[in-house]
């Protein structure tokens, strides 16, 4: 079976989801899968398959979807600066995921929700997906925005 792992995040950093999809990886290839894994790459700002010469480059997206998100059109994604960048994010994501293909693959299992959701929304043809929800997005976005907003509060 040809499967695909992916996260929304950091692919190699250190930390639980890649210690995870790694060693997830490597005892489904032990049984005789082929295994492929996705994620970005933070300091290229990439989004790429892991072990494979295939690469998107997130920057120039960014700088295509601008535009298309102005604040005239769009005043709710701009009242909130986290939720304009993670929208947008997304949709970066998205259009990699595209670029890079979910065609080859008979199960996908995206670790976090923004990579389930976006990959869900691009699929040209149904693949089964699973999902495995690590973590609390909520409480850890909300500690990284703690440090760029001081009056932020949990309710």
């Known amino acids: 079976m040809r499967i695909l792992l992916v996260?929304?995040?950091?692919?190699?950093?250190?930390?639980?989801?890649?210690?995870?999809?790694k060693q997830l990886s490597d005892k489904l290839g032990e049984q005789g899968h082929t295994v492929t894994l996705m994620g970005s790459h933070v300091e290229s700002n990439t989004l790429y398959l892991l072990n494979e010469n295939a690469f998107f480059d997130k920057k120039a997206f960014y700088a295509a979807l601008l535009?298309?998100?102005?604040?005239?059109?769009f005043p709710h994604l701009h009242q909130e600066h986290g939720i304009f960048s993670f929208e947008l994010g997304r949709y970066v994501f998205e259009g990699g995921a595209a670029a890079l293909g979910l065609q080859n693959y008979d199960l996908i299992h995206a670790q976090d929700l923004i990579s389930s959701y976006a990959l869900r929304r691009i699929m040209k043809v149904p693949v089964p997906l699973v999902s495995s929800v690590h973590g609390a997005l909520a409480r850890e976005s909300f500690y990284e925005y703690k440090g760029l907003e001081p009056g932020l509060t949990k309710l």
């Open 7 to 21: 996260t929304y995040w950091g692919l190699t950093n250190m930390g639980g989801i890649w210690t995870y999809m």
């Open 67 to 73: 535009p298309y998100l102005d604040s005239q059109k």
